[in-house]
């Protein structure tokens, strides 16, 4: 968002204030103040002209008023409809961006991992944030679960009952589907789970030190079950519909607060895990390991408790298994 129409967010959100009193405070012209005014109309800001002066009476639902009350330090980058917001992201981290988070309600070309792809209709949370930390690269890894933590917190807050599954997916436990209404599992061994969100980390070094991390998150958020694939839920499907900027504002806080305590991410990301005491089929490209997940080390390592001893994971598809 443009930083004057940012500025006079930040007045109005203490009461009204007059468009002389705005271009003395801003040290702009009344007549940009009127324009400034007009746009953020335009976006769908509810702003009134009283008395009193200019009063905010109602902040989009998305959009770029997602900087709007953001207690993170995040830039909004909006796009109704976007190919890949990891694309665009990676674009603005080649020309040396910093935390900005890259934003869309509906996203056409979006990427999971090894290119699959992504469905992203419209009344979803497309997000990519172009990062810069001064880490290791091998410490990269260590962002997508903090991604995961921030992801499951801002879902349960919206009444999700989320967790993670081990490396990079969110999910709600579909026990409830199949034990309820068909009172019977698919015969497949799987878990059945559903998937409600996905991230796609992607990232450049140098001499062993990370030039720039994109976070690439995807959760289906306001959108109907018809509207996802197969083994897909959203919150809307889960929860009932929230407000997104709400919605984002909280994860990008969690995400915040974790990465500047990368100490804390493994621990938290235990906390909300599906994955740890389940029993799991990884597919690695050096064959399935099948066993019981047992932990996590840094950087984001599965340890696995096979027949032939434990086994540490570092990459892979992972499913949740039904007990043998
Ligand atoms: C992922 O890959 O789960 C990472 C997805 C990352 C998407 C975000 S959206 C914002 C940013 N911009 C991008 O272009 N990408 C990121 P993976 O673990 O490989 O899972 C991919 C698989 O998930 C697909 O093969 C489908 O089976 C399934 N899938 C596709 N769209 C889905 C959706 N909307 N919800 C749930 N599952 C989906």
């Not at 009127?34 to 769908?44: M, P, T």
């Not at 200019?54 to 900087?67: I, M, N, Q, T, W």
């Not at 309600?105 to 949370?125: C, H, K, M, T």
């Not at 995961?148 to 081990?166: N, S």
Request: glycine residues 10%.
């Amino acid at each position: 968002m443009n930083d004057t129409r940012r500025a006079i967010l930040d007045a109005l959100a203490d009461g009204p204030i007059s468009g002389p009193e705005l271009a003395n405070t801003l040290d702009v012209s009344r007549n940009a103040v009127w324009k400034h005014v007009e746009a953020l109309r335009e976006s769908g800001f509810e702003i009134e002209s009283t008395d009193d002066g200019y009063r905010l009476c109602d902040v989009p639902e998305f959009g770029s008023a997602v900087e709007y009350g953001l207690a993170a330090p995040f830039e909004i980058e909006f796009h109704e409809s976007i190919g890949s917001t990891n694309d665009r992201a990676r674009e603005l981290a080649c020309d040396g961006a910093a935390d900005i988070a890259v934003l869309a309600d509906e996203q056409i070309g979006g990427r999971g991992r090894l290119n699959r792809a992504w469905f992203g209709p419209s009344g979803g949370v497309w997000l990519s944030l172009v990062l810069r930390p001064d880490i290791p690269t091998s410490h990269a890894p260590l962002l997508t679960l903090a991604a995961a933590v921030a992801v499951t917190r801002a879902a349960r807050e919206a009444g999700v009952p989320a967790e993670i599954k081990w490396p990079n997916d969110v999910l709600v436990p579909s026990a409830v589907a199949y034990e309820g209404e068909s009172g019977q599992h698919p015969d497949d061994g799987l878990v059945g789970d559903e998937k409600l969100a996905g991230i796609l980390t992607e990232m450049e070094g140098e001499a062993g030190r990370v030039s720039w991390v994109v976070v690439g998150i995807g959760i289906n958020v306001n959108i109907e079950g018809d509207d996802l694939p197969d083994g897909a839920t959203s919150v809307q499907e889960a929860a009932g519909t929230v407000d997104r900027r709400i919605f984002v504002q909280r994860l990008l806080e969690e995400f915040d607060t974790l990465r500047v305590s990368p100490d804390k991410i493994l621990s938290a990301w235990r906390e909300h895990a599906a994955t740890l005491g389940q029993r799991v089929r990884v597919e690695t490209p050096s064959g399935n390991v099948v066993g019981t997940a047992i932990d996590i080390e840094s950087p984001g390592v599965l340890v696995v408790e096979t027949d032939d001893g434990d086994v540490r994971v570092h990459a892979g598809d992972c499913e949740h298994l039904r007990p043998a």
